[in-house]
């Protein structure tokens, strides 16, 4: 079975909206944010919903750019690849967060975080066959 993963992300948006960024079904319980990107090409922006852990502060996301293991990053990194400044909204609160792609010994530091609190994910680089980046947003 193939999944709309558009359709999904829509409707996932609307119930975390509608429910202070608490949404129920399949991502019940999990730290999920909304990151509103610009478009790289289009100027526009972008809302996608996104699992997400805490380096040691709440003003201190950790962002995988896995794209659940694609061979391809997400649109959305390449979107705060070229514009920078991003909205977050994280429960019931919005606010402007700078994004940047952490390297060297932040990006492993940042990885081991970001892998032990979503072990799942640990295949990801193998599956992809990239280096997957990992993503800091500082409010």
Do not use: C, K
Not at 49 to 62: K, M
Request: net charge neutral.
């Amino acid at each position: 079975m193939t999944i709309d993963m558009a359709a999904f992300n829509r409707s996932l948006i609307e119930e975390f909206r509608a429910t202070g960024g608490r949404p129920g079904g399949p991502v019940a319980g999990i730290d999920l944010i909304l990151l509103t990107t610009t478009g790289a090409r289009t100027g526009r922006p972008h809302t996608t919903p996104l699992g997400y852990t805490l380096d040691g502060s709440p003003d201190r996301i950790i962002l995988f750019a896995s794209n659940r293991g694609a061979p391809r990053h997400p649109a959305w990194f390449h979107n705060l690849v070229a514009h920078s400044e991003v909205q977050v909204e994280r429960r019931d609160e919005t606010f402007t967060a700078r994004a940047r792609v952490a390297e060297g010994a932040e990006r492993e530091h940042l990885l081991a975080l970001w892998l032990a609190a979503s072990p799942a994910t640990a295949t990801h680089e193998a599956m992809a066959g990239r280096t997957i980046p990992m993503v800091l947003l500082q409010r």
